[in-house]
C-alpha cells in the first residue's frame, strides 16, 4: 500500500489506466509581465495546482493521503472507489472540491480539512462548509448511525452516496434541502424521518436505498426530483402530507420515474381533498390509476 505524504501526489500520466489529459496541472494563467515591479503582498500559493475529475479513481493501492499545499482544487470522482484508502487530509489551501471526490472509498473512516482552511471544517472526521450550513461528505466507512448536526441547511449532492452500512440517521429540524443522490444506495438505511423545514429533495436523492419500507413528505416539501426514490425495491408506503389549495400554494411537485422500481404493492397516500389534484400533476399522473390513494381510515 502507498502512502502519500507532504510529498506531491503521483503523477496519473504516469499510469497506464489514467487519462493523459489529467493530472496535477500548472496555473494556466501565469504572470504574463514578470519584470514589473513585485506585489509587496504576494499570494501565499503562487502556483496552484487541481487534481482534476477521476484522475485517482479506483487506486486500491491508496491507504492514506496528504494533500500537498499547493493543491486549490479536489474535481469531482477524484478518489472514486479508493477501495482501501481510510483517511484523507485536505490542507488549507484547498477552496473547492467537486461532487463525489471520496464516494464509494468503503473504508474511508475520516476527512480531515486544515484549521486555516477558509472554506471546509472537519466535525468528526465529517466535511462541512466553513460555516457548518452544508454537509459536504460524510466518509463511506464511518460509524453507521449519525446525527447532523442542527446547523446545517443543507446536505451536498452525493454527501453520503455509497454509505451501505449507514443503518440511521438523524435529520435536523433547520434542514431545507437534499441534494441530488445525497442518500443514493445506502443499503442498510431502513428509515427516514423527514424534518417539517424540508423544502426540496433532488434527483435521485434516495435511489437505491433498499432497506426503505416508508415514508412521509412532509407539507413544507415543494418539489421532488426525478428518481428520488427509484429503485427503493422495499418501500411500500409513501405519505404526502400537502394540502393546499392549488390555486393558491402549488401542491408537492413531482419529477419523472420518482417512485420507479419500488414495490409491486406500493401505496401512496395523499389528502382526500386534493386526490384528484395530485393525480392529474406532471410526475405524480404516472402512478394516478394504481398507486394513488386517500388515507386509510385511522391514518
Not at 18 to 29: A, E, H, I, R, V
Not at 274 to 294: L, S, V
Amino acid at each position: 500500500a502507498m502512502i502519500f505524504s507532504a510529498c506531491p501526489l503521483p503523477d496519473p500520466n504516469s499510469l497506464s489506466n489514467s487519462n493523459p489529459n489529467s493530472g496535477l496541472t500548472p496555473n494556466p494563467n501565469p504572470d504574463p509581465n514578470p519584470g514589473f515591479t513585485p506585489n509587496p503582498n504576494p499570494p501565499s500559493n503562487p502556483n496552484p495546482i487541481t487534481i482534476e475529475s477521476g484522475v485517482y479513481s479506483g487506486r486500491s493501492d491508496l491507504t492514506e493521503i496528504i494533500i500537498p499545499d499547493n493543491v486549490t482544487s479536489i474535481g469531482d470522482f477524484a478518489f472514486y472507489g479508493c477501495s482501501e484508502l481510510t483517511e484523507i487530509i485536505i490542507p488549507a489551501s484547498v477552496t473547492s472540491i467537486g461532487d463525489s471526490a471520496f464516494q464509494g472509498c468503503s473504508k474511508l473512516t475520516s476527512i480531515q480539512a486544515h484549521v486555516n482552511n477558509t472554506v471546509y471544517k472537519s466535525i468528526g472526521g465529517v466535511l462541512f462548509n466553513k460555516e457548518g450550513t452544508e454537509l459536504v461528505a460524510y466518509p463511506n466507512g464511518k460509524a453507521t448511525t449519525y446525527t447532523i448536526p442542527d446547523t446545517v441547511t443543507s446536505i451536498r449532492a452525493s454527501a453520503f452516496s455509497s454509505c451501505w452500512g449507514l443503518a440511521s440517521i438523524t435529520l435536523p429540524e433547520t434542514l431545507t434541502s437534499i441534494g441530488d443522490f445525497a442518500f443514493s444506495d445506502c443499503w442498510g438505511l431502513a428509515s427516514i424521518t423527514l424534518p417539517e423545514t424540508l423544502t426540496s429533495i433532488g434527483d435521485s436523492a434516495f435511489g437505491g436505498c433498499s432497506g426503505l419500507t416508508s415514508v412521509t413528505i412532509p407539507a413544507s416539501v415543494d418539489s421532488i426530483g426525478s428518481g428520488a426514490f427509484w429503485s427503493c425495491n422495499s418501500l411500500i408506503s409513501v405519505y404526502v402530507e400537502r394540502d393546499t389549495d392549488p390555486k393558491t400554494t402549488p401542491l408537492t411537485t413531482l419529477g419523472n420515474n420518482a417512485f420507479d422500481y419500488t414495490h409491486d404493492d406500493l401505496e401512496i397516500y395523499v389528502p382526500a381533498t386534493r386526490e384528484e389534484d395530485y393525480k392529474g400533476m406532471d410526475g405524480w399522473i404516472k402512478y394516478a390509476a394504481t398507486k394513488i390513494n386517500p388515507p386509510q381510515t385511522g391514518e
